[in-house]
């Protein structure tokens, strides 16, 4: 692979997806991705749906462009591979409970003295320290406890779970900061202190940055927000309004904005109780009844049409469906091709990260069998291949 | 600020959220940034809500640490100083509509050519290319456009937005990652083929690649997968479940996790409904049932005290309050302390990337005043203080 990062060996000893989804990343930036997998099955992943042909489809996405061998590190024979590829290695991504790599025998500690180049980033759920540092997690666990659940939803609806797990997508996004800011520190002072760096992201950590201005209405008025459905907590009109049809999105962020849009839609832009931002989101109640009134004129299209050439900021609510076949998102390349390991084409989500220097291929290599690539890996550092004592499990 | 970035000068014309974002994060890792504001009230997000003595507290969140200039591009003088800024700059950061910069003189060619080590990350509404790249967006747009409204809420309920402004959030994280990314591609290569790299990332294209598996649902059935309340689309149980007196979060992502919840809980972990993953799947509503029949026999935290100690990832629905007092929050350091201008407490997220050779400070510095720091950025550019000609308008 082409691209920015095309410099740098990554070992991944991560599961699942926080950890996947970092080195997605940065393998798509051009970055070499070696999956290191329990010859037992390797990734858990492997064996998440949709399955396409009987292959995960979840897997060949998260995956796409990586390789693989599977190395049991309790093994002498396996922990010797796995050595010369932390010596060659810029990075170690690792998503264990924290204390299972230190059982291993590959505690920071160890790792900062025998390998003083690595940067090694672990993403775990609760992070390597504090009282829940050795609790278990999954992304359903850090939305409840990060708070974002009370905050997503309707006022009087059950909780709800953010439809994707940006639980793992958003740590995964602060480990690939994490360990490009540590190689960056690496090139400007050399290994510090007489080792490596250590990037320590807890998933439930990355929800509490996420949540933008929840923590600052909790500080301003002591109550924790609820949810509010498709509004925005402090910027009106910013919802989603229904037309003859269907409901579209409508985010008028400052005055004249408002102004353009009501004089598109027929509403009175000199009301008083709509002239700035503040009383438009006292009066949120009134302003979304006058603007459905007139909406439901209209159709969707037929609105959306009207509030594009007035350029007020609009869009319909896509389902996947129309996501996917949206000009705008194939224009970007936004949906890439990859294959399964029968050979079955599969889309995925592209590369949302658009550089100069780089090309932004539309077909993305696949996803790695378990162990897929050990001859080349083992040629590569130079050692002879060996057949792992217990493939017979995998 | 100390921190691995601090060699790094960030020049900043970002306004409001996603770029904002970014240079926060930039911040909090040791990147010195310096905000370009329009002369005419700066950033817009001065103005928004909520309010502490008469001060944005939303401001002060998302730019803590950071300076300021007023600088009004069209006049000479002003650019002028913002051409020593960008001589000396690492980065620029914008989040203008495709079009507007390079109207002003400073589009990607130009800047490419005069400040050949300049990386330029914009951060847009749709990028810089397509058939909507000229078109307006804020978070509610794209989150309607880019399907993850679709996959959000209750089966039967209307449409929901995530509770935070994800769309912007993810495009912040993307952007970070780019100009990391550029910056490393510079240390190694030098400045490509004269120019500095540009960083293009949009919100929508930011909120394809958080759809995780919605996609891959999408490619394996062709068709669009829809909202599921708190329920994981391919693992079950992964959910929030009713107990005698509110909810909680429980994850058994395989087999043996869930033996051991079905052990905890007193349900039959050989009912063969209840097997596998998949027959868990494919009964969620059964298992959903059985589930919360017992788990209605004791109290949330009756339960979760329960479920910890057999070792079944599990937790509390936090409300704000609780997350923020939360002693895993608090223990790593996620609730910040800084100040508003009169002095005023208030709390903040704080950096989820905890590095082992960098301090993570408790009190972070406060957002900058408008123009606040004109003399020591003017002096450090070895430029006299001009008194800018429309600073009545600020």
Not at 376 to 390: E, R
């Amino acid at each position: 692979m082409s691209g920015p990062l095309s410099n740098l060996l990554v070992v991944d000893l991560s599961r699942v997806l926080a950890g996947p989804y970092a080195t997605m990343v940065l393998a798509d930036l051009g970055a070499q991705v070696i999956k290191v997998e329990h010859p037992d099955g390797g990734d858990d992943s492997r064996r998440f749906g949709p399955f396409i042909n009987g292959h995960s489809a979840y897997f060949a996405s998260i995956n796409r462009g990586k390789r693989s061998i599977a190395l049991n590190l309790k093994l002498a024979e396996d922990r010797r591979i796995f050595d010369a590829l932390l010596e060659r290695a810029d990075v170690l991504v690792d998503n264990y409970r924290p204390g299972v790599l230190a059982r291993l025998g590959y505690g920071q500690d160890v790792l900062a003295k025998r390998f003083p180049h690595l940067v090694h980033a672990a993403a775990s759920g609760f992070g390597h320290s504090g009282p829940l540092s050795r609790k278990a997690a999954y992304d359903m666990v850090v939305q409840g406890m990060g708070g974002i659940m009370s905050i997503t939803g309707t006022p009087d609806g059950p909780p709800v779970r953010v439809g994707t797990s940006i639980g793992d997508i958003t740590a995964g996004l602060f480990t690939v900061i994490g360990i490009l800011s540590a190689l960056h520190d690496r090139s400007v002072t050399g290994p510090r202190n007489g080792g490596g760096q250590f990037v320590d992201v807890a998933m439930l950590d990355g929800q509490v940055a996420i949540l933008e201005n929840a923590i600052t209405r909790f500080a301003a008025t002591g109550e924790s927000p609820g949810p509010l459905g498709s509004r925005h907590p402090s910027i009106a009109p910013f919802a989603s309004f229904r037309c003859a049809d269907k409901a579209i999105t409508i985010a008028a962020g400052n005055d004249d904005l408002f102004t353009d849009l009501a004089n598109a839609i027929g509403l009175d832009a000199s009301d008083p109780r709509f002239a700035t931002n503040e009383a438009r989101s006292q009066n949120v109640d009134a302003l979304t009844e006058a603007m459905e009134a007139r909406l439901q004129t209209k159709s969707a299209a037929e609105w959306l049409t009207i509030l594009d050439a007035a350029g007020v900021p609009s869009g319909p609510i896509n389902d996947i469906a129309a996501m996917v076949a949206h000009p705008q998102v194939q224009a970007r390349n936004m949906i890439i091709h990859t294959h399964l390991p029968d050979g079955t084409p599969v889309i995925a989500a592209g590369n949302p990260i658009k550089l100069s220097g780089h090309p932004d291929p539309a077909v993305r290599p696949p996803a790695p069998a378990l162990d897929g690539d050990r001859d080349a890996i083992l040629k590569a550092l130079g050692l002879s291949p060996i057949t792992p004592k217990d493939t017979e499990h995998g």
